[in-house]
């Protein structure tokens, strides 16, 4: 009688490809830091409260520009200047470059305060594609917060401004460009907090720094000397002035007055430098 042996077990069945993990994708990270940012309560309210104050600022400086107008009687020729800084009053805009250099420095600051960068570098090994999607994040969220407050700003004040018939519309000369640079000004602001957080990361002393560069580091250089003047106009503070003024220089001042190209070109090389300096230091540093 013949014998019958047992079947071989089944070999195991080799993974499939729908079955393998794969990587996460660019969007995958947008999509994680974004959920990290609105699940901050601390994030919403230091916006709206950023946001109001900024806005305020603009009414309170209209309405004071109302009671010189009406001190200086009837405007004899009739015609309207566009009150810049009165749309956009330094006093208000400050604080909007310190809460927005902050917030922007946490998004890194806090991760590493808390440990959950080891989590996040395990989980994607690519760190500086981390990076990029915080600065995604940072940027979109406060490009928005940007156009908010700025366009606020000109309407509110341009509002209170039309009781003494001194309002201007969104057409009038250097209005489009004293707009979009006082929303842009956020977004950049953050990004330098990012950069400056990820080289730190150290709460404390990233604020000192951010507000020491933004802040306190340009009235240090006089624009009389040509070397001192570069250094003040390569500043976003100074840049985002030089943006929103509407008149031309003087020119027989002395001073060396920086250029409307050239303050657009510190817009865009302040938050690109930044976001780069990151992503190579996170990659190059452990955890």
């Not at 994030?43 to 400086?61: D, K, N, Q, R």
């Not at 009150?83 to 420095?105: E, I, N, Q, R």
Request: charged share 10%.
């Amino acid at each position: 009688m013949t014998a019958y042996a047992p079947a071989p077990p089944p070999a195991p069945a080799l993974p499939t490809a729908s079955a393998v993990e794969s990587p996460a994708r660019f969007r995958d990270l947008v999509a994680s830091e974004w959920i990290k940012t609105r699940s901050l309560r601390s994030t919403w309210w230091a916006l709206a409260l950023t946001l109001v104050f900024v806005i305020g600022s603009a009414a309170a400086a209209a309405l004071a520009e109302v009671g010189n107008l009406e001190d200086s009687g009837p405007n004899p020729t009739g015609t309207r200047d566009f009150l810049s800084f009165v749309a956009y009053p330094p006093a208000g805009y400050w604080p909007l470059m310190v809460v927005a250099a902050a917030l922007g420095a946490l998004t890194v600051v806090s991760e590493y305060g808390s440990g959950l960068i080891r989590t996040t570098t395990v989980a994607v090994p690519a760190r500086g594609a981390v990076v990029v999607a915080k600065a995604v994040v940072t940027a979109a969220l406060w490009s928005v917060a940007g156009a908010v407050v700025s366009t606020g700003s000109f309407l509110v004040s341009q509002a209170v401004l039309d009781g003494r018939h001194a309002g201007v519309p969104f057409t009038h000369p250097g209005v489009a460009r004293a707009l979009v640079a006082s929303a842009l000004l956020a977004p950049v602001c953050a990004l330098v907090g990012l950069g400056i957080g990820a080289l730190i990361r150290h709460g404390v002393a990233t604020m000192v720094v951010g507000v020491f560069t933004l802040l306190m580091l340009p009235p240090v250089f006089s624009q009389s000397e040509r070397w001192s003047a570069a250094v003040h106009h390569a500043m976003p503070s100074s840049a985002w002035r030089r943006l929103v003024q509407s008149w031309e220089p003087d020119s027989s001042s002395l001073d060396h007055a920086a250029t409307v190209a050239g303050s657009w070109t510190v817009y865009v090389l302040w938050p690109l430098i930044a976001v780069v300096l990151a992503v190579v230091v996170v990659r190059r540093r452990d955890v």
